[in-house]
């Protein structure tokens, strides 16, 4: 198991440093020169977890139809 593996191992981690204070996600609404630009700031660690999700294709496993009895009734 692939995506398992990564999580045990390099996501771990990662995730444990993402979840400090400091390094949460922020939101930048203002630019040096006043001009709103509403930019939610990321560290790398996010940034890699956004890679790692479209690697493994998390997104896509709820709209595949293998896995449909997992699937919410809306």
């Known amino acids: 198991m ?16 993402m979840d400090l204070p400091h390094n949460q996600p922020r ?3 203002y630019n040096a020169w006043g001009q709103r630009v ?3 700031q990321t560290c790398a ?4 977890m956004k890679k790692v999700s479209a690697e493994e294709g998390l997104i896509a496993i709820a709209y ?7 699937r919410f009734a809306c």
Request: charged share 35%; proline share 0%.
């Open 2 to 17: 692939k995506f398992g593996g990564r999580v045990a191992h390099e996501l771990t981690a990662m995730a444990k440093e």
């Open 27 to 29: 939101l930048q609404q």
């Open 38 to 40: 509403d930019d939610i």
């Open 45 to 48: 660690g996010w940034k890699h």
């Open 64 to 70: 595949e139809r293998r896995h449909q009895h997992f």
